[in-house]
Structures are given as C-alpha cells and as structure tokens.
C-alpha cells in the first residue's frame, strides 16, 4: 500500500495547459509502473499514461502528442503535463502504482480537471 495525493488541476480553457502532480508517501525507487487514470461522469475510469522505471512511457492515443508523464524520484513525485487541453480531456484524474499485473487498489483523492470556456 502506497498513500499518493494528486494536484494540480482546475478549470482551464480549451487550449490551455495544467501539470498534475502526484506526491508519495515515501519512495517510488522501488515502483516499476506508474500511472495516471482518469474517469469522467457516467464513463469507466481509464488509463491515460503510464511510465516504467526505466523510462519508457505510454500514453493513451487520444492525449499522444498533448500529455507528457514524468517522475522525479529524488522527489518521490509523479507529474502529468497537459497541454493543449480539449474539452474531452473533462474528468477526475487519479494516479497509482501498479503492483503485479494489477493496478493498486488504494486510490487517491483524485484532482478534477475542467476544460472549457
């Protein structure tokens, strides 16, 4: 069990920018995969970017290009830059550790993004 706060969102217009960060508890060295998920009103919660300890990244289609996912272990701290933000990129945003083949059932807060004008 890993205890993580997400930052950093808000209300931002279309085309606008915002970086989310997610702060652990304690060390990440020992995390292989992190990630960040979002899930919007009415729609399942999916997984938007991942990045594994030895730097490779993925990122889901629809944000490629837009979203860059980072972390800085010295600070023990995730990040998500969102730029060129859409309207569809609405919804809560949640980061977590995946431990195995499954995604950490300890969720937190969440921080909400809104795009819009």
Request: proline share 3%; net charge positive; with cysteine.
């Amino acid at each position: 069990q890993v205890h993580l706060v997400e930052s950093g969102g808000g209300l931002v217009q279309p085309g606008g920018s915002l970086r989310l960060s997610c702060a652990a508890s304690g060390s990440i060295l020992s995390i292989n995969v992190m990630g960040w998920h979002r899930q919007a009103p009415g729609k399942q919660r999916e997984l938007v970017a991942i990045i594994i300890s030895d730097g490779r990244t993925n990122y889901l289609d629809s944000v490629k290009g837009r979203f860059t996912i980072s972390r800085d272990n010295a600070k023990n701290t995730m990040y998500l830059q969102m730029n060129s933000l859409k309207p569809e990129d609405t919804a809560a945003y949640y980061c977590n550790v995946r431990l195995g083949s499954k995604w950490s059932d300890h969720w937190g807060q969440g921080t909400q993004v809104t795009v819009s004008s």
